[in-house]
């Protein structure tokens, strides 16, 4: 940090001027103001188009939107699985390099045999980077465990990091990612695990907030889910669900029954599902990275989604396997290229609608008063830019919880 940062981080107040563009979202859509600024203090915004502070940050005519909500990451792992595009650059599917060892269970040893403190430091340098892409929350899975001893451990680095990076992480327990090598054989086995020891000893952690499950074919079926999810609100563990990728298994029918914050990846949702969802206010949360980086051609139905009156979200799925991307703009671009969505409509799922995705959207994803102080000053003079930029971002500053977090 240079002497500028902790000039203003000491700072109570500090007040944004000469913004270009102020672009934030809320559940009325997204508003524009021009030549204005932000008072902030406290961490929180104060007042916008008025008011004296501390010390001022010059934006120089540019654009000023609400720092990303990514509301769907798998951030804890310890290596790499760059083979596994190599594979599919070949010609493997998903499907194909699961069934020969690959896919989420080739993560598990790298994180069972990793210390804490070594998977803390990946962890801390992937926030780095996200923050430098202007997210500033993110929700933040365990699953690469899948033991009680590893998936506490990786609740544990979600917690350490979160108390000590800038960027605010919500934690989500996954152990239902995947069956385990030893319990391939034995799939009653490893869900008793999880609901009669694994849950029982997160709630007693107290870290986890949310419990997902992988409804999937080749994955957990819409009756184990069923049973994980609700033992998991028992325990205090709010639910969601990585819903109908592949196939329509009937999960996100099934995220409607259980009272779901959020189905996410939803590519072969089905009608009926969407039905589910719109009567029980699950938000749908589309993840176009992973269907870009998987090298597939079917998008989720966004449109579909809108149309129907769900709240839809967008989130990166960043993981080691299939989707190494953490880059929210990028996601924006996918959106309006692949999803049939307005450029209003991805900037509002990646902020305000990500942030109701976590139940967090009288806190953050978007610009108004009362609300934490994360902002992102950009190169930029347009919404339009960003998308149209695909790959090159330009970001002047990120500022988090009214703290300056990156830039000069």
């Known amino acids: 940090m240079n002497n500028q940062q902790s000039k203003i981080n000491n700072l109570k107040s500090t007040i944004l001027t000469n913004i270009g563009c102020l672009v934030s979202a809320n559940s009325d859509g997204v508003t524009s103001v ?171 952690q107290g870290v986890a907030i949310f419990n997902d499950v992988f409804c999937e074919e080749g994955y957990f079926t819409i009756d184990q889910t069923k049973r994980i999810l609700e033992t998991g609100k028992k325990h205090g563990l709010k639910p969601r669900l990585h819903a109908d990728e592949f196939v329509d298994s009937g999960a996100a029918e099934l995220a409607g029954e259980v009272g779901a914050f959020s189905a996410d990846h939803l590519m072969a949702v089905s009608d009926k599902g969407i039905g589910q969802m719109t009567d029980n206010n699950v938000v749908a949360t589309l993840l176009p990275g992973t269907t870009f980086f998987l090298g597939k051609s079917s998008y989720a139905p966004a449109r579909r989604l809108i149309d129907a009156g769900i709240t839809v979200a967008l989130a990166t799925d960043f993981n080691p396997g299939s989707c190494h991307i953490q880059s929210m703009p990028f996601i924006m671009t996918l959106a309006c290229m692949h999803l049939g969505m307005t450029v209003e409509e991805a900037y509002q799922a990646t902020t305000f609608n ?35 930029h695909v790959s090159n971002h330009s970001i002047q500053k990120v500022i988090k919880n009214g703290t300056l977090v990156f830039g000069a």
Not at 137 to 153: N, R
Not at 184 to 202: F, H, R, S, T
Not at 358 to 373: M, T, Y
């Open 34 to 204: 021009e030549n204005t600024s932000i008072l902030i203090e406290n961490g929180q915004i104060a007042a916008i188009g008025e008011g004296k502070a501390d010390h001022q940050i010059d934006c120089g005519g540019k654009m000023v939107t609400a720092g990303f909500v990514d509301s769907h990451t798998h951030p804890v792992f310890y290596n790499k699985r760059d083979e596994e595009y190599a594979m599919r650059l070949a010609g493997a599917s998903y499907e194909e390099i699961a069934e020969k060892g690959g896919g989420i269970v080739s993560s598990v040893e790298g994180v069972r045999q990793a210390s804490k403190e070594a998977l803390v430091d990946k962890v801390a340098n992937r926030m780095d980077r996200f923050i430098s892409m202007g997210t500033t929350t993110v929700e933040a899975k365990s699953g690469y465990g899948l033991d009680i001893p590893s998936e506490l451990k990786s609740l544990e680095v979600i917690d350490e990091v979160n108390k000590s990076h800038a960027i605010d992480m919500v934690p989500t327990f996954m152990g239902g990612h995947a069956f385990p090598k030893e319990y391939k054989d034995n799939q009653v086995g490893y869900v008793n695990l999880i609901c009669d020891e694994m849950i029982p000893a997160v709630a007693e």
């Open 354 to 388: 990500g942030a109701k995705a976590l139940g967090l959207e009288n806190e953050i994803g978007s610009i108004e008063i009362g609300k934490k102080a994360d902002v992102v000053v950009w190169n930029m003079d347009s919404l339009l830019d960003i998308p149209y």
